[in-house]
């Protein structure tokens, strides 16, 4: 028996290759295998459960063995599904087409079992990879635990920042900046954004009230702290490019378009754009969470914060995708929080005229807001 | 295993190479047989549907799908006859297609005779 047994799917629509594969897989020793004889329902099981690994059939009838790849490529999915595609189709040119919907490797009928172990023993290989993301986000709840009151913060702005990836990806400006790996990556990293709050003494960290000058200059350094935490770890796994992302969010989250932010004082394109992303995502559910020193901002007062911050603190074309997808976001915060915990506009109406003289201000994290929200 | 040992040269199925697939399990080699049984017929009369019907792209689906069934199972054969028909179903002419279609049908009896001394009920498939 495995010890960290996958679950893998088998779609094809040939019952008898399905089922040896199927009970070949369990002499191996994998104990979740499923079957599907048809691509449409194997869909439909790959969105809803948590299949690791799929090997599908690639001839089928109504929707190929390929289609079904490039529709599992073209969804985001928590983790990595590493998809087979099982063929006797063997020219170059099937290869190419198989490889270009993003399959990960290939099988030949019938299968040979050995065949079949080798290229799990691969496929097991890149999924053991993603467990990487159940310690980098260890990490990082570690870090958030020190300043606990704000609930499921990281599991909220890393679904925004990825909702706000993926908007930006189908962009003409960042096409060729985004792509499902970028996805992946800051989905993966941007809960690491303040890992260097670890660094901040207590008395300043859980502070209650407003900083002072003195004190805001030493949280600001938890940037810095983080980025050379990263950087370190960088440096020993040079090839990790999911570090290099996380270094850039926790460096630059607090950088603003327009220059004014910290450490550096980076201004527009010269920020990250991964921080600049995150940024958004942060500030909004920071916005939209209760705190001790304040209520929760509804949605539309935290939507019309970021939509005047647009060029002072906030990449515009960022904004923009906030603004596409700001639906996704309250649908994001309904379900991360068990119930509608955004405050509907009527309810609201204090934190609207707090929001609204803050945004008059024009930075509203100079103005009373405690630095839980600003660093 | 009684299928591996008693097999000759004629055999319609390689049971060894089979029962090397199936890493030395009798029963899922049966198993499988089952399943070939239950298919192979089905797949067999759709094919000559598709061939009568001049639904080219239909035959070649169901063709490459009992060359790959018939592959599983080690019918090698059945396979063999399946490409062809696969492979020529596009530029052939109907006489010649449903004329492979009759020597697949008489390979697979000869399979299912092999089957049926091994007591792998094939009479209703």
């Known amino acids: 028996m495995l010890n960290d047994p996958v679950k893998i799917l088998v779609v094809d629509d040939d019952v008898v290759c399905g089922e040896f594969l199927r009970e070949t897989l369990y002499e191996m020793g994998y104990e979740e295998v499923e079957f599907e004889s048809n691509a449409n329902d194997a869909y439909e099981r790959i969105c809803n459960e948590n299949f690791r690994i799929v090997i ?33 189709l063997s020219r170059g040119s099937h290869l190419c087409q198989g490889l270009e919907a993003g399959a990960d490797d290939f099988l030949s009928k019938p299968c040979d079992p ?4 080798v290229r799990l023993n691969v496929a097991n290989r890149i999924v053991a990879l993603e467990n990487r993301n159940l310690i980098v986000f260890s990490l990082a709840k570690l870090a958030e635990s020190r300043d606990p009151e704000t609930g499921a913060h990281l599991e909220r702005m890393r679904e925004y920042s990825r909702e706000l990836a993926i908007y930006l990806g189908t962009t003409a400006h960042f096409a060729n900046e985004i792509n499902s790996d970028f996805i992946r990556a800051i989905f993966l990293t941007s809960p690491l954004h303040d890992i260097g709050k670890v660094g901040i003494p207590d008395n300043i960290l859980l502070k209650p009230g407003k900083l002072s000058v003195e004190e805001f200059e030493v949280m600001k350094q938890h940037t810095t702290i983080g980025s050379q935490t990263l950087e370190a770890a960088l440096s020993a796994y040079p090839n990790a490019d999911y570090l290099r992302l996380a270094c850039d969010i926790a460096a630059c989250h607090h950088e603003k378009f327009d220059g004014s932010g910290y450490p550096k004082g980076l201004r527009g394109e010269a920020i990250p754009l991964c921080a600049r992303i995150v940024a958004v995502a942060d500030v909004y559910d920071a916005l939209t969470t209760k705190r001790v020193y304040k209520e929760a901002f509804s949605h539309e007062v935290a939507a019309r914060i970021i939509t005047d911050g ?18 996704d976001f309250e649908e994001i915060k309904r379900r991360l929080d068990g119930d509608p ?35 | 295993m009684a299928t591996a040992t008693a097999l000759n040269h004629s055999s319609p199925i390689e049971c060894n190479e089979l029962l090397e697939r199936c890493l030395g399990n009798e029963t899922l080699v049966l198993r499988v047989l089952k399943k070939f049984v239950d298919q192979v017929g089905t797949d067999l009369d759709l094919l000559v549907s598709a061939i009568a019907g001049r639904d080219v792209t239909e035959s070649i689906r169901l063709a490459h799908k009992v ?58 498939a």
């Open chain 2, 67 to 124: 060359r790959g069934t018939s592959l599983s199972v080690s019918a090698l054969e059945m396979s063999k006859i399946a490409h062809d028909i696969e492979l020529r179903a596009e530029t052939a002419n109907e006489a010649d297609l449903l004329k492979l279609t009759v020597n697949l049908a008489k390979e697979r009896s000869r399979v299912f005779d092999f089957l049926d001394t091994f007591c792998i009920a094939t009479k209703d």
């Open chain 1, 56 to 88: 599908s059939d690639w001839q089928m009838p109504g929707m190929s063995g390929v289609d079904l790849c490039h529709k599992v490529r073209s969804r985001q999915f928590g983790e990595y599904v590493y998809f087979i595609l099982l063929t006797s």
């Open chain 1, 310 to 327: 647009s060029g002072a603190h906030f990449d515009p074309r960022v904004v923009d995708a906030f603004i596409a997808k700001q639906h």
């Open chain 1, 114 to 117: 050995c065949e079949l172990q």
């Open chain 1, 341 to 375: 915990s955004i405050p509907a506009q009527a309810e609201s109406q204090k934190s609207a005229m707090i929001a609204s003289a803050l945004a008059s201000a024009g930075d509203h994290t100079q103005l009373g807001f405690n630095q839980s929200q600003t660093c």
